[in-house]
């Protein structure tokens, strides 16, 4: 799988939880959203993608610009990322099934013999915090191991990773069940540090999921709406090509 559809699945996924609660929402209030959505798209006029693509080429030059600052070499390697992933998700002292299950996905995608220690890198990762009961000493031990896993990765050659797709998994994963925890928030912007990253390209990264998750709720809101497809198509079309640009953006952000 080419990092594009990387990006696309991860979109998609991270936007699950808001497609769910677009198609549970009751009828009366799928109604008005509807009439709210129309008349927004109404407003939006022909030159919405025009402006998509203006802003797709000011982030790629501002990426381009922030990476010629501070050149990053050090490549991640593969359980280094996926032990980083797995405190991410153990640092608001819960583990939720969407996060393991985009953990899981991940974990396949970045190496294909993931599911032959998988265990063994969760069991090793639980023993490090396991019985830790304080919020605040079990934060500090999660920062100290993933401070160690991106330590390893500094002192090796075999990574194979770059820090920023490292980033954009860190933060898809933090979404994947609709709530970025202030630990979540807290560890990877500690994580983007340690990389040299720099904070814009992590506000893109989080922005880029939030736009997406919000464009797939109102694309459910219109496929809902009860009214001929006829009149919604435009608009599902319109989002359709804002969520490709988007995609596109990131792609070019993550490999400049």
Not at 5 to 32: F, H, M, R, W, Y
Not at 184 to 204: F, P, Q, T
């Amino acid at each position: 799988m080419g990092l594009f559809d990387k990006v696309k699945k991860q979109l998609g996924n991270a936007a699950e939880t808001a497609k769910k609660a677009a198609e549970n929402l009751p009828d009366s209030v799928k109604e008005i959203d509807t009439e709210k959505t129309l008349k927004g798209f109404q407003k939006i006029g022909a030159d919405t993608i025009q402006r998509a693509k203006t802003e797709g080429a000011r982030l790629y030059d501002k990426a381009g610009s922030t990476f010629k600052k501070k050149e990053i070499t050090k490549l991640i390697r593969e359980q280094d990322a996926l032990e980083i992933m797995y405190y991410l998700i153990a640092s608001d002292m819960t583990v939720a099934d969407e996060e393991i299950e985009m953990f899981d996905s991940i974990g396949h995608e970045l190496d294909p013999e993931y599911g032959t220690y998988r265990n063994d890198l969760i069991a090793r990762c639980n023993a490090e915090i396991g019985g830790i009961s304080d919020p605040e000493e079990f934060y500090d031990v999660v920062f100290g191991q993933v401070n160690r896993a991106i330590m390893n990765s500094q002192n090796s050659d075999e990574g194979s990773i770059r820090p920023t797709v490292l980033l954009w998994d860190l933060v898809s994963i933090a979404f994947a069940e609709n709530e970025y925890s202030a630990n979540e928030n807290r560890l990877i912007r500690s994580v983007a540090r340690a990389l040299g990253i720099d904070a814009s390209v992590l506000k893109e990264m989080e922005s880029t999921i939030q736009t997406m998750m919000a464009l797939n709720k109102e694309e459910n809101i219109l496929k809902a709406a009860d009214r001929r497809y006829s009149e919604v198509e435009p608009f599902i079309n319109e989002i359709a090509d804002r969520k490709q640009t988007i995609m596109q953006n990131m792609r070019a952000l993550m490999l400049d």
